[in-house]
């Protein structure tokens, strides 16, 4: 199951069940009051019947003088509940038949103990119904998100053909009429599509099961073997050590590409890209043009240059997520960027 199809099980799951747990927690206490008001009635009665035959082991019975109590009602104080009545033959006093409050607070708490075991029986039946509900909820986004993934990557495929076919001619017009500003816009073209093509594969990958152990130092000569040589002007100088890392290589090596393309294509003539590891902080640090909006370049399609279509580093902020790698950057219009990217859960031990 994928990050976006959990997040959308646990919110329909928790949508569904606080409101059902709410309304039935509600009705609950009207319930639990209900039953109080009934208790209270009942040892009312009680007490009225003692007051008659005065055989009632469970009550005090006392003589008081007349006060300003009123008769025939239930009070309640702190250390007993009492009812004063009538007493044949007498004018200053009255019959007082009183429980005490320990006895009551023990029925109290039967009351609450059956109150507590039936809502969590309830609470159970509505988490599996929540669970049943958040399934069903998911299925028609499951089916979207598959039909969509699968026209992606059959898209992905057809661009195999035409792409190869402008690969294959642009490298023929470079040996017959040599190299040329309009043939390299078309291959720089050419190469962001292969670019975005690779970042969609990778995306689409699910790559939290696909785990595999390397060298973090080797893996980075490895990416700038391949990427270094298309920026000539740009000196890379790898400071990472040899440290063991536990991830999905491909997506690690989609966010690694970006992230050095990105250093690379935007520094400046003889600039320089350092990569370091800084207490399990993977640093990428440039000397070129800086970002204005730092914030924003995690936006889809958010772009400061005309090159590029500006979902590069949204996807590098996706697949950070997917591994659980926390990146931020830091920026200055002129001076350079640099991410960092905390390594610490991919530590292999």
Sequence with gaps: MKK???ESLLKSFLLFFLSQSLLIGGLFYLSYQKDIQRLDAEIFSQMRICSFNLQCKEFG?????????????LYK????????????GSSKNYLKIYLKKSAYDQQIANIQKNFIIEFLL???????LSFVFALYALSPLRNALRLTEEFIKDILHDFNTPLSTLRLNTAMLVSEFGENSKIKRVQNAVQNILNLQSNLRAYLGAHEHQREVFDLKDFID?????LASNYKGVTFVNEVPQTQVETNRDALS??????????????????????????????IKDTGKGIQNPKRVFERFYKEQERGIGIGLHIVKKLCDELGI????????????EFRLDISKLNHK
């Design 4 to 6: 976006v199809e959990k």
């Design 61 to 73: 019975i006392d003589f008081v003088p007349k006060a300003d109590h009123e008769l025939y009602r």
């Design 77 to 88: 104080e702190k250390k007993e509940l009492s009812s004063y009545f009538t007493l044949p």
């Design 122 to 128: 309830v609470l159970s039946v509505i988490a599996l």
């Design 222 to 226: 490895e990416r700038l073997a391949l």
């Design 254 to 283: 989609r966010i690694i590409d970006n992230l050095l393309s990105n250093a690379g294509k935007y520094n400046k003539q003889n600039g320089k890209v350092f990569i370091r590891l800084e207490n399990n902080q993977l640093i």
């Design 326 to 337: 926390d990146i931020t950057l830091s920026s200055e219009v002129g001076v350079g960027t």
